[in-house]
């Protein structure tokens, strides 16, 4: 790794490669209760004594068996020549990638954590158990989901992003003094998909560093018209994010390359982002005016650019 890729883990870093191999890191349902995957199915991998590394002996006869290991290597090696393709054409930063895609449970892995959160109690963001991180996930289209999580989560530009806590949370809330704190978290890294339509992943977008003075109490409404209170912030986002994968999040390069409409009804329309595939979708206009619904594809057009004659 050091002669390839300029590139030495840390410490944390090898013993989560450790509990990772070993299956400690992920977990299963066993008894009632949340356990470690090698505990669940009764397999014992690695053994780690005093700093070095060794099979146990149900894993050295896996080992010795021709067609195992060959499969095992072919795998191992296949991993690292698809990371160093990814690295060829990104940057490091601490782990990740940047804008590569990552799932939760691989940020968690990245980050060095003892093991993985349940994915139901992580929602827009987590921290580690040792508070020195918070893994901020963001869903930037929030179409789908109820009135009490349409958070204002949004880019103000390239270089600050604007965010909304969990809701019932206010400034004494524990996360958010954590968050305040300028030593702890030593990590904020942000993570953004356009919509859900995407999938699972996240792009990794860089670290955060909230602004001190930004942090304010404020309210969302829920499905029942109550008002919950929330904390909003404003980061700064570093590096700035590229110009590309920015209009790419925001839509704000939308731009209509061809329609076929009839007076007032459903426009048939294709429209493109810079560096995306191009995207077809039907326009409904229920008046004269600008589109309101948008069928098949869960993206926003901005207006200023629908050219409609």
């Known amino acids: 790794m050091e002669d390839r890729f300029d590139y030495v883990p840390i410490a944390e870093t090898i013993s989560s490669v450790f509990r990772n191999i070993a299956l400690q890191f992920v977990k299963g349902r066993s008894g009632g209760q949340e356990v470690p995957l090698a505990e669940k199915l009764g397999l014992d991998i690695l053994i780690s004594d005093g700093g070095r590394v060794s099979p146990t002996e149900a894993f050295g006869r896996c080992l010795s068996k021709h067609s195992f290991k060959n499969f095992l290597l072919d795998s191992a090696n296949y991993s690292i020549e698809k990371w160093a393709g ?15 895609k990552y799932s939760r449970k691989d940020v968690f892995k990245i980050l060095n954590w003892g093991d993985s959160p349940n994915a139901q109690n992580v929602g827009g963001y987590q921290m580690s158990r040792d508070k020195k991180d918070i893994a901020i996930f963001v869903t930037y289209e929030k179409n789908d989901h109820s009135s009490s999580t349409q958070y204002e989560d949004e880019f103000i530009d390239e270089s600050q992003f604007r965010w909304m806590s969990k809701n019932r949370r206010y400034i004494s809330s524990p996360e958010i003094v954590q968050l305040r704190n300028t030593v702890s978290p030593s990590r904020l890294p942000l993570f953004i998909k356009k919509s859900n339509d995407e999938g699972l992943d996240f792009y990794y977008m860089g670290e955060l560093e909230p602004i001190q003075d930004s942090f304010e109490e404020t309210t969302i409404e829920n499905d029942n018209n109550q008002q919950l209170p929330v904390v909003r912030v404003r980061f700064n986002v570093l590096p700035h994010v590229e110009t590309s994968i920015y209009k790419y999040i925001t839509g704000a390069d939308a731009e209509v ?53």
Not at 86 to 100: C, I, K, P, R, V
Not at 292 to 305: A, C, R
């Open 86 to 100: 990814a690295l060829s054409n990104s940057t490091l930063h601490d782990g990740f990638m940047l804008y590569e």
């Open 257 to 309: 390359l061809l329609y076929d409409y009839n007076n007032l009804g459903t426009y048939d329309i294709e429209y493109a982002f810079s560096n995306s595939p191009v995207f077809q979708a039907q326009v409904v206009f229920d008046s004269i005016g600008f589109g309101k619904s948008f069928k098949g594809v869960n993206l926003e057009i901005q207006y200023s650019k629908i050219i409609l004659g």
